[in-house]
């Protein structure tokens, strides 16, 4: 059983930027890929970023490739998400999940989910 809890939401310019933190419960972190997804008012969760559980495989959305960077320091069982050059249409609410295996761009490929951390950006 893994638990997820997220953090570094807030309220930013259009411009700005945010590091999320996703703090996961467990001895077996580095054998979890972990996903961000996000989830926008009125619409789908979607698909945000992955990482592997060495951290030397990545991949993004094409919405947020070149502004958004995963990463993750197995050692304090944290996945992070820096967000940078901040859109209005980032504003979501923001999930950390962790799947067993390889990285996934699927959200029903991940078993476990954090609780979500609000993040809004004003124009």
């Known amino acids: 059983q893994v638990q997820l809890v997220e953090s570094g939401g807030g309220l930013v310019q259009a411009g700005g930027s945010l590091r999320l933190s996703c703090a996961a419960s467990?001895?077996?972190?580095?054998?979890?890929?972990m996903g961000w997804f996000r989830q926008a008012p009125g619409k789908e969760r979607e698909f945000v970023a992955t990482?592997?559980?060495?951290?030397?495989?990545?991949y993004y959305a094409d919405s947020v490739k070149g502004r958004f960077t995963i990463s993750r320091d197995n050692a304090k069982n944290t996945v992070y998400l820096q967000m940078n050059s901040l859109k209005p249409e980032d504003t979501a609410v923001y999930y950390c999940?962790?799947?067993?295996?390889?990285?996934?761009?699927?959200?029903?490929?991940?078993?476990?989910w954090g609780q979500g951390t609000q993040v809004t950006v004003s124009s």
């Open positions: 467990g001895r077996t972190f580095s054998t979890y890929a």
């Open positions: 990482i592997n559980g060495s951290g030397g495989g990545t």
């Open positions: 999940a962790a799947r067993r295996g390889v990285i996934h761009t699927l959200q029903t490929s991940y078993n476990y």
